[in-house]
C-alpha cells in the first residue's frame, strides 16, 4: 500500500507469504579489516512484493519499492532513526544562498556516479525538479478533463510548484532552485531521483542534453491557457510508468544504481538479491558483500524463517493473532524490537460514484467498527487499545489530545446503524473496497467491515487484489473506498498537503476542499513550529468535516533478527531497518 519516501509519505502494502528458494544464512566469503570482517551476506523477510524502481511516482510509492530505492541510491542527505537530517558531503551539497527570495544550490561532487559510469549531474537534478516541481502541469483541478498532468510524483509538488527554472551551473554539476516564497520544508524539499540519461533515451531523445533543452523550452504549465506537449509527455509517461517491474528488466539501464547495493536478481513475487556496489564511494561503506530479500507476508512464516536460519532479520506487520509469535521468539538468541511507527491505517472514500453525496458517505462512516477492528488486529499490543482519532497528529505528539477534543471524531466513536438508515433512506448502494487481499490485518478490516455496513443497506462488493498489484490500481481508481496505510518521514510538514491538497500526488480520492486548501498553502510557508500545530489541527477539522474517511489505528512495528548479525537499529520511519543499512555486518 501506498507510503511516503522522503517524499514525505509512504505508503504501507502487505505481500503473501512465499518462499524463497536457495536461500540459506550461509554467508559469502569475508575479508579482514583490522580486526573486524568486511564482507558476507544477510537474508531479510519483508511484508510486501517489489513491484518498481521508481518509488517517487504515484503508484510505484509503496514500502518497499521505496526501501529497495534508498540502498540503490544516493542523494544528499538521509534521515536518522531520529528523523533528523543528516548530509551526506561526500555525495554533494547543498546550500542556501539567500533567504529573500529563498535560493538554495546543490551540487554533485566530481566522480559520484550511476552504476553505468555515467556523472550523475545538471540533468539528474533537473529531471528530479521537473518531476516533482509540477511545473509544466497545466490542469485546472475545478475543471474536468482539461489539461495535462506530466508527472505523476506522490510527493506534494506545493514547495517545488512555486520555484522558477532553475539555473544551471557552468560544472554541468549544479542547479540553484528560486522560490517563489518562504518553504518551511526546503531542506528535505528536493533530492536526485532517476538517471536522466536513461529516460531521455527510452523517450526517443538523443541524449540527457536533448532532455535538459526539451525542459529549458517548454513553458510553465498555465492552466488558462493549457497547451499540448507530445514531446515532454513521451518524457513524462516513461518517468511515470517505465520503471514498473516485478522482475528484472532485459535492459540493465532500467535498475542502474548510485547507492551502496545493485540489484542482482529477482524471482516475482517471491525474492530478490542485492550486491555490494563495488565503485561506491560517496556514502558510508557498507559492511554487507551481498543482501537477499523474501517476500514473507504472513507473520508465521517469517517467524519460521528467522527460527529456521532462513532469514536474518525479519519485519512482520504484527496482529492481535500472531503476537504470541514473536513474544516466543525472545530467549531465542533473538533481539525483538517493538515500536509505534510515525503511521497510521484508514480508510479514505473516493469523492465520486455514490460517495459524491456526502449524505451516503457519513452514512458509510457511521457503520465502520473502528474499535472491532483496533481489537482484532492490535489487541492488547496498543497501550490504550482504542481507535486513532485525527488524521493528522498521532498519539502522543503534543496537539494529539486538543484536536481529537474538537475535530468531529466524536460523530464516529461509535457504530451507528440506525443513523445510517436515516442517511441512506432506505437506499441500498453498492461500495468495492479496495485493499491489499494478502495483508492479513487488512483483509480481517474488511471482513469486519462489510459485514457491518451490509446491516445499514449497503452492499459491499471485494475490491481487493495481490500485494504486487493493489497499490497501482489505487491511483487507477474503479473503487469507492480504499484501506491503506501511511508512513511518515516526521520530517517537515509536506506529509499532510501530499495527500489531502486538491490534485496532489497521493490524493487518490479526489478529495477538494478550497477552505482546507488555503490552511495547507499557509502551512507551506510557516515554520514556527506552534503555528503549524494550529494550522494542522485546522486541517484536520476541515476532513472531519467533509466525511473523508476513518483514521483506524497507528500501525506498531516488530523487528527480529538473530545474533548472527549487527548493527541493526529500527527507526519508526518508512524505511525501518533499513535506513542504516551500511552498518549491518556479521557478528
Known sequence: MPVRRLMQLLIASLAAALVLS???????????????KRGGSVTVAEVNAFSSFNPYSANGNTDINSKIGAITHSGFFYLDASSRVVRNDKFGHFEKVSDQ???????????????????IGAADLLLSWAAGSGYFDDVDPAA???????????????????????????????????????????????DVGLPAHVVAAKSGLNDEQDLVKLLKDTPRGNPDKPAPHPALKKVSDFWNTGFNTKSVPDDPALYLSSGPYIVRDI???????????????????PWLDEINVRFTGAVPAAVDALR?????????????????????????????????????????????????DKDVREAFLKT????AIVDAVVGTQGPDNAPLDSQVFLPGQPKYDDTVKNNGSSDYAKVDIDGAKKLLKDATPSIRILYNR????????????????????????????????????????????????????????????????TGAGSNFTGYSDGDADKVMEQLAVTTDLGKQDELLAEIDKHIWEDAYGLPLYQTLGTTAFSSRVTGVKTSPGPLGVWWNVWEWRLS
Open 144 to 190: 474536468a478533463g482539461k489539461g495535462t498532468k506530466y508527472f505523476s510524483v506522490a510527493s506534494d509538488t506545493t514547495g517545488l510548484a512555486g520555484t522558477l527554472f532553475p539555473e544551471i551551473g557552468s560544472d554541468g554539476r549544479s542547479i540553484t532552485i528560486e522560490y517563489a516564497a518562504p518553504y518551511a520544508d526546503w531542506e528535505v524539499a528536493f
Open 308 to 356: 529456521n536460519g532462513q532469514a536474518d532479520i525479519i519485519s512482520p506487520q504484527p496482529s492481535a493473532a500472531t503476537d504470541n509469535l514473536l513474544t516466543g521468539l525472545s530467549g531465542q538468541g533473538i533481539t525483538v524490537e517493538r515500536y509505534k511507527q510515525s503511521g497510521y491505517d484508514h480508510l479514505d472514500l473516493s469523492f465520486s460514484g455514490p460517495f459524491a
Open 22 to 36: 536457495g536461500c540459506s544464512g550461509a554467508s559469502a566469503p569475508s575479508v579482514v579489516v583490522g580486526e573486524a
Open 267 to 285: 524471482v516475482p513475487e517471491v525474492s530478490m538479491k542485492l550486491v555490494r556496489n563495488r565503485d561506491y564511494v560517496w556514502g558510508a561503506e
Open 368 to 371: 465502520v467498527p473502528r474499535q
Open 101 to 119: 527570495p529563498l535560493k538554495v544550490k546543490y551540487t554533485v561532487n566530481d566522480g559520484v556516479k550511476w552504476s553505468d559510469g555515467a556523472q
Open 438 to 501: 494478502d495483508n492479513p490485518n487488512r483483509a480481517k478490516a474488511f471482513a469486519l467491515i462489510r459485514d457491518s455496513a451490509g446491516l445499514a443497506g449497503f452492499r459491499v462488493i471485494d475490491g481487493g487484489q495481490g500485494s504486487a498489484d493493489w497499490a497501482a490500481a489505487l491511483s487507477r481508481g474503479g473503487y469507492d473506498a480504499a484501506l491503506s496505510g501511511w508512513i511518515g518521514s516526521e520530517a517537515g510538514v509536506s506529509r499532510v498537503p501530499q495527500i489531502f491538497r
